[in-house]
């Protein structure tokens, strides 16, 4: 195991400094488990995740190695400042506040480490092939939707790794939402539209659909329609745009509502129930976080950071049942209730509002440009989503999240890296 564990680390070393678009594509692979055979988590020392870990750590190192280190654009300064401040205020407030050891406050602040992907992915800008990582990213969404396709109607055939028995888990949908967005540019302007193209983004739909996470599912759909119908040619939300896609979309209500037998009264059901809070898995949610919001009222204005299930605060927490959800503060399907424990109400203002600084200049007229407006779609999403799905302190949200900002970043015309002429051949080889 060691050996396996040398091996990742000098591959990913040698990529980082010698083959940077090779080292993102890598980076993206070992974040699916290298699409379900291989799990670098498995690398543990002394209670310690050496694969992720160092993986991340070897993605600074490797920044810090370039000549252009020093040279990350001044408009991005905030982000990478912000990235630094969450990571500190994280580890050293529990320390200070005497509820957890250093040690423990590292160990549970791995997810933060993610973040340092879009340092490394700023430095070497230059030197990273885009269409090279467009082409990954779109395969591996592929690949991941079929995973979900075909093991849901022949469950034999299904990565190890992803195979939960009675569900598959893959690592991660958020690789084909991303995917669903560099499609729709390219049915949008590309000259080379073909069936082809419709197809895989109806296997990329389907895989999200059989993920079986309704909040990107819908956003993704949403996000999509909206780029790819509401949007014009020239990126302008015109009254016909919007008229045609309020008339599609109630055709295509009242298609299913015809059609489809129950659903209406299924629909009905569902809402009614949301709305009376009856809604199990919205009820089951309310339980499971109860004890949370308990410790989130012991420090509302800037939380506990990141606090270790072994730590002390979680000695006086007292949580019901055994239930694996109740093991530890850290909670994955309540995003906003994740974040309110490790940064308070003050600072998760904070952090969306210095987010949205960056994530919505897509929408802006001066930096509006095809990959630009789908990327701050596909970023903007992510505040529904949080609800009921962490992406901002989660892998599965800030890997993708990072690569949507980085090609957002790149493409404003503020930091003159790609002219008119390139962008349009960009755009064709999406």
Same mark, same amino acid.
């Given at each position: 195991?060691?050996?396996?564990?040398?091996?990742?680390?000098?591959?990913?070393?040698?990529?980082?400094?010698?083959?940077?678009?090779?080292?993102?594509?890598?980076?993206?692979?070992?974040?699916?488990?290298?699409?379900?055979?291989?799990?670098?988590?498995?690398?543990?020392?002394?209670?310690?995740?050496?694969?992720?870990?160092?993986?991340?750590?070897?993605?600074?190192?490797c920044?810090f190695?370039?000549?252009?280190?020093f040279?990350?654009?001044?408009?991005?300064?905030?982000?990478i400042?912000?990235?630094?401040?969450?990571?500190?205020?994280?580890?050293?407030?529990?320390?200070?506040?005497?509820?957890?050891?250093?040690?423990?406050?590292?160990?549970?602040?791995?997810? =933060?480490?993610?973040?340092?992907?879009?340092?490394?992915?700023?430095?070497?800008?230059?030197?990273?092939?885009?269409?090279?990582?467009?082409?990954g990213?779109?395969? =591996?969404?592929?690949?991941?939707?079929?995973?979900?396709?075909?093991?849901?109607?022949?469950?034999?055939?299904?990565?190890?790794?992803?195979?939960?028995?009675?569900?598959?888990?893959?690592?991660?949908?958020?690789?084909? %939402?991303?995917?669903?967005?560099?499609?729709?540019?390219?049915?949008?302007?590309?000259?080379?539209?073909?069936?082809?193209?419709? @197809?895989?983004?109806?296997?990329?739909?389907l895989?999200?659909?059989?993920?079986?996470?309704?909040?990107?599912?819908?956003?993704?759909?949403?996000?999509?329609?909206?780029?790819?119908? @509401?949007?014009?040619?020239?990126?302008?939300?015109?009254?016909?745009?919007?008229?045609?896609?309020?008339?599609?979309?109630?055709?295509?209500?009242?298609m299913?509502?015809?059609?489809?037998?129950?659903?209406?009264?299924?629909?009905?059901?569902?809402?009614?129930?949301?709305?009376?809070?009856?809604?199990?898995?919205? %009820?089951?949610?309310?339980?499971?976080?109860?004890?949370?919001?308990?410790?989130i009222?012991?420090?509302?204005?800037?939380?506990?950071?990141?606090?270790?299930?072994?730590?002390?605060?979680?000695?006086?927490?007292?949580?019901?049942?055994?239930?694996?959800?109740?093991?530890?503060?850290? @909670?994955?399907?309540?995003?906003?209730?994740?974040?309110?424990?490790?940064?308070?109400?003050i600072?998760?203002?904070?952090?969306?509002?210095?987010?949205?600084?960056?994530?919505?200049?897509?929408?802006?007229?001066?930096?509006?440009?095809?990959?630009?407006?789908?990327?701050? =779609?596909?970023?903007?999403?992510?505040?529904?989503?949080?609800?009921?799905? %962490?992406?901002?302190?989660?892998?599965?949200?800030?890997?993708?999240? @990072?690569?949507?900002?980085?090609?957002?970043?790149?493409?404003?015309?503020?930091?003159?890296?790609?002219?008119?002429?390139?962008?349009?051949?960009?755009?064709?080889?999406?």
């Amino acid at each position: 195991m060691i050996g396996v564990l040398l091996v990742f680390y000098v591959v990913a070393f040698v990529l980082g400094i010698k083959r940077p678009t090779a080292f993102v594509i890598f980076y993206v692979l070992a974040s699916t488990k290298f699409l379900g055979f291989l799990d670098p988590s498995t690398f543990i020392f002394s209670g310690l995740e050496l694969g992720y870990f160092g993986l991340n750590l070897i993605a600074l190192l490797c920044a810090f190695f370039s000549k252009k280190w020093f040279l990350v654009p001044r408009v991005l300064f905030a982000y990478i400042f912000l990235i630094v401040l969450i990571l500190l205020h994280g580890i050293l407030k529990p320390v200070m506040d005497y509820n957890s050891s250093l040690i423990q406050a590292i160990m549970a602040s791995k997810e =933060i480490w993610y973040y340092f992907l879009f340092f490394y992915l700023v430095v070497y800008r230059d030197d990273i092939n885009d269409e090279e990582l467009f082409k990954g990213i779109k395969t =591996i969404g592929v690949y991941l939707s079929l995973v979900y396709v075909i093991g849901y109607f022949i469950p034999v055939i299904r990565p190890p790794l992803y195979d939960n028995v009675t569900y598959i888990r893959t690592f991660f949908p958020t690789y084909i %939402s991303l995917a669903l967005f560099f499609y729709a540019i390219r049915l949008k302007f590309s000259n080379s539209r073909n069936l082809y193209d419709r @197809v895989v983004v109806v296997i990329l739909f389907l895989g999200l659909f059989f993920a079986a996470h309704l909040s990107l599912t819908i956003m993704t759909l949403a996000g999509f329609v909206l780029y790819k119908y @509401v949007y014009n040619i020239k990126l302008n939300v015109d009254r016909y745009s919007v008229k045609k896609f309020a008339f599609v979309v109630f055709v295509g209500v009242c298609m299913t509502i015809i059609f489809f037998e129950g659903f209406y009264d299924a629909a009905k059901l569902n809402i009614d129930q949301i709305i009376s809070g009856e809604d199990n898995a919205l %009820s089951s949610r309310d339980v499971y976080n109860a004890f949370r919001w308990e410790v989130i009222e012991r420090s509302k204005s800037f939380g506990h950071g990141f606090i270790h299930q072994s730590s002390n605060l979680m000695k006086t927490v007292s949580t019901v049942g055994n239930n694996r959800f109740m093991e530890r503060l850290t @909670v994955i399907d309540s995003g906003y209730v994740d974040m309110f424990l490790k940064f308070g109400y003050i600072g998760t203002a904070i952090i969306l509002l210095v987010m949205s600084r960056y994530y919505l200049l897509g929408f802006v007229k001066k930096h509006k440009n095809p990959l630009s407006l789908a990327m701050s =779609i596909y970023l903007a999403q992510y505040y529904f989503i949080n609800y009921t799905w %962490s992406v901002y302190t989660f892998a599965h949200g800030i890997i993708p999240g @990072v690569i949507a900002l980085y090609l957002l970043a790149k493409n404003l015309q503020s930091w003159e890296v790609i002219k008119s002429e390139v962008r349009t051949q960009q755009i064709n080889g999406i």
